[in-house]
C-alpha cells in the first residue's frame, strides 16, 4: 500500500471518528426512527402476548424521543 492511500485511509478514520453520521437515508431506517412513525397505531395493532409491567406506547414515545428506553424487570 502506498504512503498516499496509508494517510487518505488514517484520515477518513479520523474524520469518522470525530464527526459521526448524523444523517442517514429514511428508506434503511427502523419503522419507529421514521418521522411518519405513529406508536398509537402500532400499539393498536401489536398487543405484547403476555403481560408486561410498563405502558407500551409510553415506553415506545420515549424511545422516538430520547432514543433508548428502560424496561423496568424485564429479564
Not at 14 to 39: C, G, M, S
Not at 41 to 68: C, H, I, M, R, T
Request: hydrophobic share 35%; charged share 30%; proline share 5%.
Amino acid at each position: 500500500m502506498g504512503l498516499l492511500t496509508t494517510l487518505k485511509q488514517k484520515v477518513i478514520a479520523t474524520k469518522e471518528q470525530l464527526f459521526p453520521q448524523t444523517e442517514f437515508d429514511e428508506e434503511t431506517l427502523p419503522w419507529i426512527d421514521r418521522p411518519e412513525a405513529d406508536v398509537d397505531e402500532f400499539v393498536k395493532k401489536y398487543q405484547p402476548k403476555l403481560d408486561v409491567s410498563y405502558n407500551l406506547a409510553e415506553k415506545l414515545k420515549f424511545w422516538q424521543k430520547n432514543g433508548y428506553v428502560i424496561l423496568e424487570q424485564s429479564i
